[in-house]
């Protein structure tokens, strides 16, 4: 059966940087948790081989900053400032996934390059991403790539495990452990109003 990451990608609330949180910050975080709306979808974690192959697609470098829309347990961001000494911002709804990517960062000693944000990804400021990555689902993605033609630069990178962007055609597709993974590019400014529709 394929794996898939549902990730928790969607909320009405605000976002909220918590960098380094430790258990003061639980009670903190179950309040946020009440002026969240319910994940759309649970979370199934990004096998690390698909992990490899969506930051080696991407061309990661240490002058990348990666965004991961819809974190989960931070293992992207972490990989990426890991492998490649790049900065890394992890958005997720669900404030135990924030937990636990905060714990995996200072557990693998990179919290002075990565940060995750408990908030909704539709409303977060994804404009400083040089490669934003997704393992989200197909209508997401589509709800979504206006946001990433908007905020993003001409030339960002993003990558999607397993879920493609409609009539968005891929610059590149990888299968890796039966899934694929997608590559896009973000067009100059003048093309991406040309750019297809999601109808």
Request: charged fraction near 25%; glycine fraction near 8%.
């Amino acid at each position: 059966m394929e794996r898939r990451q549902f990730l928790a990608g969607l909320g009405a609330f605000g976002v909220a940087p918590l960098l380094g949180a430790t258990e003061r910050s639980i009670p903190l975080l179950a309040q946020a948790a009440t002026e969240l709306r319910e994940p759309d979808v649970i979370f199934v974690p990004t096998p690390n081989d698909v992990v490899d192959k969506m930051l080696e697609m991407a061309k990661v470098t240490a002058k990348d900053v990666v965004y991961d829309l819809g974190c989960g347990d931070g293992r992207i961001v972490i990989t990426a400032a890991q492998k490649y000494r790049a900065r890394g911002v992890g958005i997720d709804i669900d404030p135990e996934r924030i937990g636990e990517a905060t714990a995996n960062a200072r557990k693998a000693g990179v919290t002075e390059r990565v940060k995750f944000i408990l908030g909704d990804l539709f409303e977060a400021d994804i404009s400083p991403a040089t490669v934003v990555t997704l393992y989200l689902l197909t209508d997401l993605n589509l709800k979504l790539r206006p946001k990433l033609m908007k905020d993003l630069n001409p030339g960002a990178r993003v990558v999607s495990h397993a879920f493609a962007m409609g009539d968005w055609k891929p610059e590149r597709t990888a299968e890796v452990g039966g899934t694929t993974v997608y590559l896009w590019r973000i067009p100059p400014r003048s093309l991406s109003a040309l750019a297809p529709t999601n109808s």
